[in-house]
């Protein structure tokens, strides 16, 4: 089982942790409702350590990696970052990445449960080019601040600068003399911004007395968060038989670019015009949240299915997101979701809730 390197300062602050797909992380802190109010209203630290960074190297890295991502890499410039997804040959996602250009690479940003798949994908196409392919996540770990206080909150534990204003903007920068990369993203559809740190340095850097002052928040808290911002999960919403396109990952794709891995399937997809079926909001009746793989109906027609579901503060009911029939892709559509015994009437909303 892996742990974060701030596992011993999480039990310091009465962490209470989850065990999921190979790692030790924070659940909560004591009051999982508590911390998601904490975001929604100030700011909140988070701790990504079961995220990785890939480094690409090399001259031929710029249209080696082009041809390898749903979108556009080569149009960034140095500070640049963007959305992609690592596809197979028949369009289907292998991973969902961030990418951002420095002055010398790219850092691809994905979940570190993928990183072997998608090393051993990317190592099968690296025939004759000039390019280096390295995993930082032994040097390199990932913390996150979000909430509408975010920026002013972490303005004051900067040693210098403002943070970034774009999202997916990114940049150097110095906390208590530590080096870090901090990126402008939401993880939860309040501002917020992600800071790179040396992984030695982070426990330090989390006793600072400045940094002390913002809460921790958990993964049940977070989750939550997602789901209302309707961000899917690899494994959980979408995985390696997922098309791109149903995923609502609009911001992924380019559909201008050359030619890249799977870009067959996603452009005949994109000439037809829709897809068969897509990730929707769904917004239940009464108090019964359902489990993902309940199945979504008309009447007794199967439609879809749920993949992921909480009780949901801001809208006051359960809420999930979950793949429908394209008959049903319009917001106000009204269906079921069958949860072991029980109907539970629902319909479709937009996304973010």
């Not at 996150?144 to 600068?161: F, V, Y």
């Not at 067959?264 to 068969?276: C, D, P």
């Not at 993902?292 to 809208?315: E, F, K, N, Y």
Request: charged content about 25%; some cysteine; overall charge negative.
């Amino acid at each position: 089982m892996k742990i974060s390197p701030l596992d011993n300062f999480h039990k310091g602050n009465g962490a209470v942790f989850l065990e999921e797909e190979g790692w030790s992380l924070p659940a909560h802190f004591g009051d999982a409702a508590a911390e998601y109010h904490c975001v929604r209203s100030g700011a909140g630290w988070l701790d990504l350590a079961d995220r990785a960074i890939l480094s690409i190297t090399g001259p031929d890295s710029t249209e080696w990696l082009q041809g390898m991502l749903s979108n556009d890499v080569e149009a960034l410039e140095a500070g640049d970052g963007v959305r992609a997804a690592v596809l197979n040959i028949q369009g289907k996602i292998l991973a969902d990445v961030r990418v951002f250009r420095t002055d010398d690479a790219f850092l691809l940003d994905l979940n570190e449960p993928l990183v072997a798949g998608v090393l051993e994908h990317l190592d099968r196409y690296l025939i004759a080019d000039e390019v280096e392919i390295a995993d930082l996540s032994g040097a390199l770990a990932m913390l996150s601040i979000q909430g509408p206080a975010a920026g002013t909150t972490l303005s004051g534990l900067l040693d210098a600068g403002s943070p970034p204003a774009d999202d997916l903007s990114h940049g150097d920068f110095a906390i208590a003399g530590d080096r870090i990369r901090l990126i402008r993203a939401t993880h939860t559809g309040e501002p917020g911004f992600d800071l790179v740190v040396p992984r030695r340095r982070l426990p330090a850097m989390a006793a600072e007395p400045a940094a002390r002052n913002i809460p921790w928040v958990g993964l049940q808290a977070l989750e939550t968060l997602r789901i209302e911002t309707g961000i899917p999960r690899y494994r959980v919403d979408m995985d390696a038989e997922t098309l791109l396109l149903e995923t609502g990952l609009d911001d992924a794709v380019s559909f201008t670019k050359g030619c890249y891995l799977g870009q067959e399937t996603v452009e005949r997809i994109h000439s037809r015009g829709h897809v068969n079926r897509r990730l929707v909001g769904l917004k239940a009746e009464g108090d019964v949240v359902p489990d993902p793989g309940d199945p979504v109906l008309d009447d007794d027609r199967h439609i879809g299915r749920v993949t992921s579901a909480v009780a949901s503060p801001r809208s006051r009911c359960p809420i999930a997101l979950g793949y429908v029939h394209r008959d049903y892709f319009e917001p106000g559509s009204a269906v079921t979701i069958s949860h072991g015994d029980v109907t539970v009437p629902a319909t479709v909303h937009a996304l973010p809730f």
